[in-house]
């Protein structure tokens, strides 16, 4: 059921622009990205859907869109990738918009749980638990969002792991040198 996009904030002043690696090892290329916070202000978990450009003077340029499950009265972190994965070093800006917002009426079948951060080496090293809720074997991306001391997004770094059904596991992410604060979410999922 779609919900009122205006319960979804995108936090419009933190919005970071990167040129890095992206994409799978085997389809790694350097691209452009904005990361871009967005909070949920229902009291419902929802599934977020972002989109948007990348801009720079008069030109602007789309990115891929990108779906994470926002907890009731939670934020995650939005990796918003050039859609031809390609770096854009005349770019200065990022305008991403909401569009989508579904409520989910599901327990989230992977959870992360536990949760603390603890500083190594001038860096925030993000630890919890990893539940898979469900009865069967399923393959999870678990990824860390990473801020710097005033709060702005500094990186997000992902993993793969498979699990068995009901498995637990502890994991950490450790984030970019500067990083201060940092929490483990979940991205994509399949059985």
Not at 26 to 33: L, V
Not at 57 to 72: F, H, M, N, Y
């Amino acid at each position: 059921m779609d919900v009122d996009r205006a319960q979804i904030e995108i936090v419009t002043d933190s919005v970071a622009l990167k040129t890095g690696a992206v994409g799978e090892a085997r389809w790694k290329t350097q691209a452009t990205y904005a990361l871009v916070e967005a909070r949920n202000h229902s009291e419902k978990d929802l599934e977020v859907t972002l989109a948007g450009h990348l801009v720079g003077g008069d030109e602007k340029w789309p990115v891929r869109r990108e779906s994470l499950r926002i907890p009731a009265g939670g934020s995650r972190l939005f990796a918003l990738v050039d859609d031809k994965q390609a770096a854009r070093p005349q770019a200065t800006g990022a305008r991403p918009e909401v569009v989508g917002a579904m409520a989910v009426g599901y327990s989230p079948p992977f959870m992360v749980t536990d949760g603390k951060v603890v500083m190594d080496q001038g860096r925030a090293v993000a630890a919890a638990y990893l539940t898979n809720t469900a009865k069967r074997v399923g393959s999870v991306i678990l990824i860390g969002a990473f801020f710097d001391q005033a709060g702005l997004p500094l990186g997000r770094t992902s993993t793969l792991f498979r699990m068995d059904g009901g498995g637990k596991r502890g994991v950490q992410l450790v984030g970019p040198t500067g990083s201060r604060s940092a929490y483990l979410f979940v991205g994509e999922y399949v059985y």
